[in-house]
């Protein structure tokens, strides 16, 4: 096979595997802190109950979204030295702006929220918990900054083929930073929502006895059906940007062949990247342009425009419709979910509305890929839009290599994922032991306790 393809698919594949980790902790952090606040304020064991367990979770998730990272930083030299070359004047300030202000947050102050819950007084404690969650939103901060420089590059000159920064203000805060960035943050909300309420109802289903599920199951639908009416405003206006910045990339999406007016909006096609129009439409008639430009009969350009400079058209078609899917099955199961409960009087759902929020615990990474798959494969034949293409900056490594690499990497995150998933659901199957409810109950918000032995991770895995 091509080098060039491998290389391109080991990064999708390390990419893959690392993001799924920053969308749990992103959201999960500040949830973290909302659940100690309550504690707290109201001194109701079932939070410190709901923070003990939930930060297990972020402490996995934590762990291996480092340990993922670092892996695919490690590729920018291996498989993509040119990129350094050429952009790495602007690339590496703001990569080394992450680790030295987020990640050292996150690093220095994670021991103390994990372990210092009885070492250090209360408010310290609460300190370290906000500092831990700022820490994983300045990291997104940077790390979309760059993603989003690569996708609109502002500020910048070039000198001899290498990329030099005139204006770090215009980098840092390029054309389409400021909708990635709400557009990530909430997607990361709704995935720690619907984690947190599908835990919730798989521990009802197993008839698992801890204090703080069901108040963990309204938790998670009420800050799902808040965030994904937000979602789909910020979706909207991410789409106007794009629409202006790159429109191959929303051509390819909509599956738009031939600039048109009032183009229809394709609930399914088969595209035909060969005879450059698409099989088995079935649409909605103007309502593409509509969305797309606020007017029934707005301009879309079509791919015609942009031969031999616009992404492959399937992955970008298919892959929206994906995430959109997920987004509007999100709301269904929100709303509804939450209409249940409350008839309920916040007790509990029927079984089947709890085999649904179960099997939708994961949801929020289907839509996320979808959407990233998106973003990513829709700059492409760049890396830097428009300015470096994508076939000038791989490595001459042989394919035999990175193949043997790709399989290494393919075997060791499968076997992670696995067993992550298969971490939460044994946490979760645990029920309290009398024991750890009344060390819970004994603990007071206002009081400092003796030292306690720190929380067993091992057992996690047992």
């Given amino acids: 096979m091509d080098?060039?393809?491998?290389?391109?698919?080991?990064?999708?594949?390390?990419?893959?595997?690392?993001?799924?980790?920053?969308t749990i902790t992103i959201a999960l952090g500040w949830v973290l802190l909302f659940m100690l606040w309550r504690w707290r304020r109201t001194a109701e064991p079932r939070w410190m109950a709901a923070y003990q367990f939930w930060t297990k979770v972020f402490a996995l998730s934590f762990a291996l979204g480092v340990v993922s990272g670092v892996t695919m930083s490690f590729q920018f030299g291996t498989n993509w030295?040119?990129?350094?070359?050429?952009?790495?004047?602007?690339?590496?300030?703001?990569?080394?702006?992450?680790?030295?202000?987020?990640?050292?947050?996150?690093?220095?102050f994670l021991g103390i929220m994990l372990f210092g819950r009885n070492r250090v007084s209360p408010r310290v404690h609460l300190a370290a918990t906000a500092i831990v969650a700022f820490g994983t939103t300045l990291s997104?901060?940077?790390?979309?900054?760059?993603?989003?420089?690569?996708?609109?590059?502002a500020g910048y000159e070039m000198r001899d083929g290498v990329m030099h920064a005139t204006n770090w203000w215009a980098i840092v805060f390029n054309p389409s930073f400021p909708y990635r960035l709400v557009h990530k943050l909430l997607a990361s909300g709704l995935t720690v929502a619907f984690l947190l309420s599908g835990v919730s109802a798989w521990q009802l289903l197993k008839g698992v006895q801890r204090p703080e599920t069901r108040?963990?199951?309204?938790?998670?639908?009420?800050?799902?059906?808040?965030?994904?009416?937000?979602?789909?405003?910020?979706?909207?206006?991410?789409?106007?940007?794009?629409?202006?910045?790159?429109?191959?990339?929303?051509?390819?999406?909509?599956?738009?062949?031939?600039?048109?007016?009032?183009?229809?909006?394709?609930?399914?096609?088969?595209?035909?990247?060969?005879?450059?129009?698409?099989?088995?439409?079935?649409?909605?008639?103007?309502?593409?342009?509509?969305?797309?430009?606020?007017?029934?009969?707005?301009?879309?350009?079509?791919?015609?425009?942009?031969?031999?400079?616009?992404?492959?058209?399937?992955?970008?078609?298919?892959?929206?419709?994906?995430?959109?899917?997920?987004?509007?099955?999100?709301?269904?199961?929100?709303?509804?979910?939450?209409?249940?409960?409350?008839?309920?009087?916040?007790?509990?759902?029927?079984?089947?509305w709890l085999?649904?929020?179960?099997?939708?615990?994961?949801?929020?990474?289907?839509?996320?890929v979808a959407g990233?798959?998106?973003?990513?494969?829709?700059?492409?034949?760049?890396?830097?839009?428009?300015?470096?293409?994508?076939?000038?900056?791989?490595?001459?490594?042989?394919?035999?290599?990175?193949?043997?690499?790709?399989?290494?990497?393919?075997?060791?995150?499968?076997?992670?994922?696995?067993a992550y998933v298969v971490a939460i659901k044994r946490m979760a199957e645990k029920s309290e032991t009398p024991e750890t409810a009344d060390k819970t109950e004994l603990i007071g918000p206002g009081a400092l306790p003796a030292p306690a032995a720190p929380l067993n991770f091992s057992r996690t895995f047992v």
Avoid: C
């Fill in 215 to 352: 108040s963990v199951l309204r938790l998670g639908l009420t800050l799902a059906s808040v965030l994904i009416p937000l979602q789909i405003l910020a979706g909207d206006m991410h789409g106007l940007n794009t629409l202006q910045h790159q429109p191959a990339k929303i051509a390819a999406m909509e599956g738009v062949w031939q600039t048109e007016r009032g183009a229809p909006l394709l609930l399914f096609a088969v595209p035909d990247a060969q005879a450059r129009e698409n099989r088995f439409e079935i649409g909605i008639p103007r309502l593409a342009s509509l969305i797309l430009t606020h007017d029934i009969d707005g301009e879309i350009r079509g791919l015609n425009e942009f031969q031999g400079a616009h992404p492959p058209v399937k992955p970008l078609f298919y892959g929206f419709r994906v995430m959109v899917g997920a987004g509007m099955l999100m709301l269904v199961a929100a709303w509804a979910g939450l209409w249940a409960l409350r008839r309920s009087g916040w007790q509990s759902l029927p079984r089947p």
């Fill in 140 to 153: 997104a901060f940077w790390i979309l900054s760059l993603n989003s420089w690569m996708q609109t590059p």
């Fill in 81 to 108: 030295p040119g990129f350094m070359e050429r952009a790495g004047n602007i690339a590496g300030p703001l990569l080394g702006y992450e680790v030295l202000t987020a990640f050292f947050l996150e690093a220095g």
């Fill in 3 to 22: 080098p060039l393809i491998l290389a391109r698919m080991q990064f999708a594949l390390n990419i893959t595997f690392h993001i799924l980790f920053p």
């Fill in 372 to 418: 990233w798959y998106v973003t990513e494969i829709g700059r492409q034949p760049y890396v830097v839009y428009g300015v470096l293409r994508t076939d000038t900056l791989a490595s001459t490594t042989p394919s035999s290599w990175i193949a043997a690499s790709l399989a290494g990497y393919a075997t060791v995150y499968l076997a992670l994922l696995v």
């Fill in 355 to 368: 085999w649904v929020l179960s099997g939708m615990s994961f949801s929020g990474w289907v839509a996320t």
